[in-house]
């Protein structure tokens, strides 16, 4: 009783605490936040202010975070690289489940697509599309197998294909501003603001696009390996 008890009351303490001396944030940063809010649509012709940062105002970070990614990724497959992967048939799941997962699988890709190609307007962007999108094929490779990804060209070495192509996209979107005379990750004036009265955040669309697929595709890339590493059914 007394250990449940002293648990309760650890528990309790932060809230209190917090509840008693409120954290205030220094003006300055408020005064950031509000010109980040302002300055978004007009600067960088996108509402959605974190993709905004993401690709803009801290494009750089970005672009180092994507390339740890892609480095943590090749390592775990660099692990694994003698691993053969099989794709023999497997009809032990009945007709349904397979035509479920099926209709399932193409509804996540469409939404994932949503979710990187109107990132620039709307929460989400290429990394929060390209994670949904690898869902699609771990949901083939459990309630399938993995020889119904090869039969519609999913492989291993494609999907490490699609994310180096992506990822040379990023970089290649991040050189073309010094072509023109301005600075890596620049934004605007060098990318297109709207098209037919929709807004495109300039370089915004195309980074979420790349970072869809090579999002996408690493992860793929992973499940693939760890369906056979793991001892995942494939006969």
Do not use: C
Not at 103 to 126: C, D, Y
Not at 222 to 231: D, N, R
């Amino acid at each position: 009783m007394k250990r449940l008890i002293f648990g309760i009351i650890l528990i309790l303490i932060p809230f209190i605490v917090t509840y008693l001396y409120p954290i205030s944030a220094p003006s300055s940063i408020h005064s950031l936040g509000e010109f980040y809010l302002k300055d978004s649509l007009t600067s960088v012709r996108s509402p959605e202010v974190v993709t905004s940062i993401l690709w803009d105002y801290r494009g750089l970070d970005t672009i180092f975070e994507t390339a740890v990614f892609f480095l943590a990724i090749m390592g775990g497959l660099a692990i694994f690289r003698e691993l053969k992967l099989k794709y023999p048939s497997w009809e032990e799941f009945p007709l349904p489940v397979k035509v479920v997962t099926k209709v399932t699988a193409v509804l996540i890709v469409t939404v994932a697509a949503s979710l990187a190609l109107h990132g620039q307007l709307t929460p989400g962007g290429g990394f929060q599309g390209g994670s949904t999108l690898a869902v699609a094929p771990l949901l083939v490779i459990g309630a399938v197998s993995l020889a119904s990804l090869r039969k519609i060209g999913i492989t291993l070495e494609r999907a490490v294909l699609v994310r180096i192509l992506g990822l040379t996209g990023i970089v290649i979107l991040a050189l073309i501003p010094l072509t023109f005379g301005g600075y890596a990750v620049q934004n605007q004036p060098y990318f297109p603001s709207e098209f037919l009265g929709t807004l495109l955040g300039g370089s915004l669309l195309w980074y979420n696009i790349f970072e869809f697929l090579a999002v996408g595709a690493g992860f793929t890339a992973v499940f693939l390996i760890l369906a056979v590493a793991g001892g995942g059914r494939n006969d």
